[in-house]
Each structure stands twice: as C-alpha cells, then as structure tokens.
C-alpha cells in the first residue's frame, strides 16, 4: 500500500515596504509627463522608498518578525534569502537576518540570485528540502530594493519590498503542486554590473523576453503534465509593473485558447499598484494581494508565472487550503502602505542620489526608520544593524 505524498508549501507569509512613498501622479507633474500613462499606461500608482537606513536586511526581517513570532523557530534548518539587489557579493544577506531575529545557529543560510526569479528557485528548492525531510521548515525570504536611474523611463517603475515566507508540511495558506513548467533564455534586457547601483534595462526587449519566457514556460508545463488553463483560478504573474502582467495575461489566454475576465487577476494588483517593483518579492507580493483582498478563495486553483530578466521563468500551480483566513494577518499590508511618509520628488531623488554608502571609511546613517529594524551604518569595515524596538 502506497500513502499519500504529504502537502507542501506555504505555512505562514508576511510581508514589509520601505518607510517612504513617492506618489506617480507627482513625479509625472514633476517630469512632464502625463499621469495617465503612469496610472493607466503602467498601471501604478505609488512606489516605496527606502529611508537611508533601511535595505534589503531591514524589510527581510521586519517581513520575517511576525512569522518567527508565531511560530517559533524550532523547526527552521534552512533560511534562503532571495535578491537581486545584494548587499554583498560575498555574504549572504540572510546571515544578517539570521542574527536579528535570533535564529538557531544549526541552520544553513544563503542567497539566490537569478534576476526576480530568486525566490521561485528558493520555493522550489525549499519544497525538495522538506520532501527530504519533513519535520524541517524553511525560511523563504524575498526582498528587493528596485533602482533605475533617474529621468530613465524606468524611474517610475521603482518600488521596494519583502516577503517572508514559512515552507513546510501541513500549509495552512498555499498548497504546491509538483508539475511545473521552466524556460530559459539567453536575453540581454536588464543588466546590474558590479560597478552599478542602478539596473540598465532595454525596456522594449525586457517586455518581449518576458511574454515569450511565459508562452514557453506555460508550453513546458503543458508538456509535463500541466493542467488545462480553465482549471487554473487566479492567474498571478510576476508584476514589473501591474500592466505588464495585465498584457501578458491576454497574450496567454491567446496562446491558451481560454478566454477569461478579469476575475482570474484583478486581485492580483492590490498591492504592487501601491509599492512598485518589488523585483523577485512582486510575484508573491501579488499573491498576498489575492490572499488577503478576496472574499474566500478556499479551494481555488493559483497559477504563478514567475520571470526574471537574463531570463528564466517558471509556471507552477498552488491550491488555497481550507481555513487559510485563519492564518493571514487582516488589514497588516494595507496598514503599512499608508503608514508610509510621503516624499516629494527632490527629496526622493536626494535619497536615490544618495542610496550607497562608501566601503572605506565609517558612516552612520540617520535615525528615519520607525521599522522594528534599521541599517545604522558602517563602522569598523562591517554592516552594522540594530533592532530598535528592543
Ligand atoms: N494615457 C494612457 N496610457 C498611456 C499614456 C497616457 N497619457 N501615455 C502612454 N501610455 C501607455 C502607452 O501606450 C503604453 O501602453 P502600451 O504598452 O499598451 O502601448 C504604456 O503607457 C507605456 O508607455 P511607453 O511604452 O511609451 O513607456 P516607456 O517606453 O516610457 O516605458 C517601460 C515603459 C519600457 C516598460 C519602462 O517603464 C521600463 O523600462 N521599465 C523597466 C523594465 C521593466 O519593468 N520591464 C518589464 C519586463 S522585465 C521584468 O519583468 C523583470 C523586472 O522586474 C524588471
């Protein structure tokens, strides 16, 4: 007699954004622009800042806090900490999460980058570790910090966020199915040199490498099994910006031959429409949206597409588990979004102007953060962090 493979996937998910907020429809007036394109056009309608000492370490363990706090850290072996706006080249950010949140020291730390799909090949990775070995869990943690230059026409598609994520057996939010669908391509659309702390993206070329990474991803998942489009509920698709998710969705349903409304990603933008890119965070940032903003999903069917420049994608499927309301956080992510301080646009740009510090000789950022967590500088050659509500 064969048993049943147990579920995997999401036990908990908490999410954190940056202390500021600069409002498009401003920067549009600043610009020249009109604000229908960023409103319509884009479809975005603010975008997180970091304050100066805040970074990808600060909203990774503001995001995690609330999940360690619930449910302890006994059975967590492995943090996967996923960016492509490192810190470091060398350590991996989790290690400093790893220390703010007092985490066991039996537990391996480490950094995935592939563009805004790290974190999907943490998920995965994370679902082979638990299959392995059922009684551990994995801290999965999403965080960026998205930079373009500014005047570029990518500055209105900035945004910063992170998204903590609980994996293990008995998931109260997300089940995860195992067919998956996978496509790599060799692209130039989006590059950060070492010597860059702003992304250059060709932004055309960024749009069609990442509708043909979703075709061939979804053909992929078809190939091994996939389901048809119509059983797939909610469509979450990595979100740029919403209306790139918006496009790409009616290119699929092309390709599918499904028609669909609205219904299956409306849901979807609740939250990134207000924190910009949130690079490889966005895609589960847009499930959290799902999640928390609809009714009852108990039940249904999400399909997630998840693209990261240079490229690879993946299109896997989760199923929302019964009672999942009980374990979401109601009103947390809204609250936050408008806690946040607004900036004009010179002061954002002074920010952005100023987002590095120098390696060589000591810094002490400003007090501006009132997040559980803050990045107090560089002293003595090491990244210092304090927990301020301590
Ligand atoms: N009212 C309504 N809509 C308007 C408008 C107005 N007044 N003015 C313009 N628009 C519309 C345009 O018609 C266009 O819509 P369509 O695509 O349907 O034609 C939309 O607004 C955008 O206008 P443009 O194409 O002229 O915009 P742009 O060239 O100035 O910038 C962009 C768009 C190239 C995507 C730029 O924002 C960019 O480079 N962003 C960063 C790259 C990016 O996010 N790429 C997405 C795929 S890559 C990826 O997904 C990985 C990742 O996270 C980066």
């Not at 990518?154 to 910063?160: K, S």
């Not at 102007?353 to 560089?378: C, M, Q, W």
Request: with cysteine; charged share 20%.
């Amino acid at each position: 007699m064969t048993t049943a493979a147990p579920l995997i996937g999401l036990i908990d998910l908490a999410v954190a954004t940056g202390h500021h907020v600069v409002d498009l429809g401003d920067l549009a007036v600043a610009t020249g622009v009109d604000p229908a394109k960023y409103h319509v056009g884009i479809g975005q309608d603010q975008m997180s800042v970091l304050a100066p000492d805040e970074d990808i370490v600060t909203m990774a363990a503001s995001a995690a806090a609330p999940i360690i706090e619930r449910h302890g850290a006994e059975r967590i072996r492995t943090v996967l900490f996923a960016t492509e706006s490192g810190i470091d080249q060398s350590k991996a950010a989790g290690v400093y999460v790893h220390q703010l949140l007092g985490l066991p020291s039996g537990c391996r730390v480490v950094e995935l980058k592939q563009a805004c799909y790290g974190a999907t090949a943490g998920l995965q990775a994370a679902l082979g570790m638990v299959a392995r070995n059922p009684q551990e869990q994995v801290l999965l943690i999403a965080a960026d910090n998205a930079r373009y230059d500014v005047d570029s026409p990518a500055e209105a598609t900035q945004g910063a966020g992170a998204v903590a994520m609980l994996i293990g057996t008995d998931p109260a939010l997300l089940a995860i199915e195992p067919v998956t669908g996978v496509h790599t391509a060799d692209v130039d659309d989006f590059w950060r040199p070492n010597d860059r702390s702003t992304a250059v993206v060709d932004g055309r070329l960024s749009v069609t490498a990442y509708v043909d990474s979703l075709l061939g991803a979804w053909d992929d998942y078809r190939a091994h099994g996939g389901l048809d489009a119509d059983e797939i509920d909610r469509f979450c698709l990595h979100q740029p910006f919403t209306r790139m998710a918006a496009k790409a969705f009616k290119q699929l349903t092309q390709h599918t031959g499904v028609s669909r409304d609205d219904t299956a990603i409306a849901s979807t933008f609740a939250y990134n429409r207000r924190v910009g890119n949130s690079y490889t965070a966005s895609l589960y940032l847009a499930l959290a949206a799902v999640l928390d903003t609809e009714a009852d999903v108990a039940g249904r069917r999400i399909g997630f597409f998840s693209y990261g420049s240079g490229s690879v994608g993946e299109f896997f499927t989760g199923v929302v588990q019964p009672g999942y309301r009980a374990a979401l956080r109601p009103g947390a992510v809204m609250a936050q979004l408008d806690a946040r301080v607004p900036l004009d646009v010179p002061a954002y740009r002074k920010i952005h102007a100023g987002a590095v510090l120098p390696s060589e000789t000591d810094a002490k950022n400003p007090h501006v953060t009132t997040a559980p967590y803050r990045f107090a500088g560089i002293v003595g050659r090491a990244r210092r962090y304090e927990h301020t509500s301590s």
